[in-house]
């Protein structure tokens, strides 16, 4: 008779843990599906004086709330302001991207849906092709006012793959595309430029 009440307690306390868990679970679901809402949206105040400035600057073109405004919920900007810190390749740059007025970040972004022939090439032909495309690009983001959208990781750790816009290009990728300096990638096998 003990046995079977230990063994009865033993599955309770067993069934609780496992009821437990299936609840952290659930909690944790709902808790990242509530960060992912959260990070769509962006709460903005009344900027105090002399802030409006560094807030016009980071969101142009973004409304700033009225004086005595209350918070109210307006759709985030899903692009970012970046400078361009070196020019890697014909497709990865890096950059320091101004995430939050005054939150800035050094990362590698990589244009998205392109492929640019490597500077490490294997043949003479890719080594110029991808000279040119490293070229082209250096004078596409020197126009300045670069930004970043659609950021997602790479596939290889340490950068991240956007769509970049310039003041004088509004899709970067589809400029070097279109000048033949690179073409179209999904993130499967790459062609050879040899």
């Not at 306390?13 to 299936?22: C, D, K, P, V, Y």
């Amino acid at each position: 008779m003990a046995l079977a009440h230990h063994l009865s307690s033993a599955s309770s306390a067993s069934f609780a843990t496992r009821r437990r868990g299936g609840l952290l679970a659930v909690a944790a679901c709902i808790f990242a599906l509530g960060f992912r809402a959260g990070a769509a949206m962006r709460l903005v105040p009344r900027p105090a004086a002399g802030i409006d400035a560094a807030l016009a600057a980071t969101y142009p073109g973004e409304p700033l709330p009225s004086a005595g405004a209350s918070l109210q919920w307006i759709e985030a900007k899903p692009a970012y302001p970046a400078e361009v810190v070196r020019i890697i390749d014909g497709d990865t740059f890096e950059a320091r991207v101004r995430v939050w007025p005054g939150l800035e970040v050094n990362t590698k972004v990589r244009l998205r849906n392109i492929d640019a022939p490597e500077l490490h090439a294997r043949c003479a032909d890719e080594l110029a092709k991808a000279q040119a495309a490293r070229a082209a690009l250096t004078t596409m983001l020197a126009a300045g006012g670069v930004t970043l959208s659609q950021i997602g990781l790479d596939k290889y750790g340490g950068r991240i793959d956007a769509l970049v816009a310039t003041r004088d290009t509004a899709d970067v990728s589809a400029a070097l595309l279109n000048g033949g300096w690179a073409r179209g990638y999904d993130g499967g096998r790459r062609a050879s430029w040899c």
